[in-house]
DNA sequence: AAATAATTTAACCAAATGGTCAAATTTTTC
DNA sequence: GAAAAATTTGACCATTTGGTTAAATTATTT
């Protein structure tokens, strides 16, 4: 017996083992059309074709290109901002100098395993805003329990607190924090938006500019407490843990 | 008498002063369509409603959708482009800090009057770099006399070879020059590339987006200058010219 | 002002796209 | 192992898309 379409026991909500692993590779095919070709730019032929298998199929696990495309783009942007929300501003017991370390090393790790990750989730960010409220607050089905995105306590944001607190001890530069946390970002992101150009402009292959973003890590990391910190000297972050 | 389609005299290589007119208005209307959506999301009815005249005429006056963009984009790049090859790798008698105070400035003011183009441009190019040839050789019916682009002489690059020379008189911090470079862009350029995040996370509208965007031109520079040299006092570039 | 060239337009068109559906096939249940 | 449920598939559809064309309209030339 066949069901009409709206009968159908929705798969993403019982999902036997074969069931995830199909609902996965397609995923994960949508993943890779997607974060090329963009939201409007990706066919359902190309993921099929990706995933092999049947186009129908993939209306039958997501119902629609734009549900699959929130699978795939709520998952890239919580991989996005987890080194943010989880280092940078969770109210734990890190000194401001660990949080600086520890979130440039595994945000430059994010960004070297996922090398498309950021002008992905930025673009699509950009050409709907209004997904950040989604996203910030929503919980999808196809998030699971906890996952929901945390900046951390807003107003007064311990890391803001924490660099405001060092100025005051005129332990630390007189930065204004905000500017101070975008620019660490910033230099984070940038080399992994902008990769064909600087590739280009330094003549590097895809290994090479890896590297590079390897090298990267210890000079951020000293670049952003130069500017900070009042009587920095160099490699002393090295003797951290991790 | 009417004239087959490919027999027409080529507009853009004969305009007269109507005809300049309503191609400029196409390729306006064609630049706010194309920033906000994309090459492929963009769509030529889009552009002939922004423009006021009929599809038709899209084609009459850029033979194809892409022609009109690659009208568009390479007017973008080069815009984005300017304050880089012309500020920071022009061969001329700047010193670095000349260099770094007005480069941080032009950039940030090209891009608080743009705020899509370096979004637009580094997502097109990532989407198919073969345009980064096509842009730094080649020579387009659309760019005129003396447009070509240009990042500087390459190796030795003039900016980077001053840096190197700062480094090893002690003047400067031991650096690596081309990611201190890549820095100094990626802190003028993230913030107008994230903004819809930065934007939802300070809660700021877009005015007020605006003037952290300007208070962000000294801060930079201090930043830079604080990263590069070695006794560096804060607020000496705001003496300088400009 | 007639002739000619340039521009604008409405009506079309072929191809591509997201999506649907009923039938066929495989897997699970009893 | 038969019945039921879940999955896969090929064929199909309505809509949208970039692009074309011939006719109508406007500017220019002589």
Redesign the interface.
Known sequence: MVKSYSQIKQPTLTMTQEEKQTGQIILEAARKVFQ???L??ARMQQIADEAGINKASLHYYYRSKDKLFQAVFQEDFRRFMIPLSGILFRETELTVEERITTFVRSFLRTLIENPHLP?FV??E???N?DR?LDM?QGRSVHMEEGDGLD?GKREPNLFLRQIRDGIEKGKY????P???V??I???????S??????R???RKDDDQYNE?LE??QS??I??AF??LIKDYK?YEHQFNEF
């Open positions: 090329k070709s963009g409007g730019g002008l930025i673009h960010l950009t050409r805003p950040l910030v900046y530069h007189k930065v204004i905000e500017q101070f975008i620019s970002i910033g230099m984070c992101v940038y080399p938006i902008a990769r064909p150009i600087i280009h402009w330094l590079f090298e990267r000079e951020v000293d670049y130069r500017i160099p």
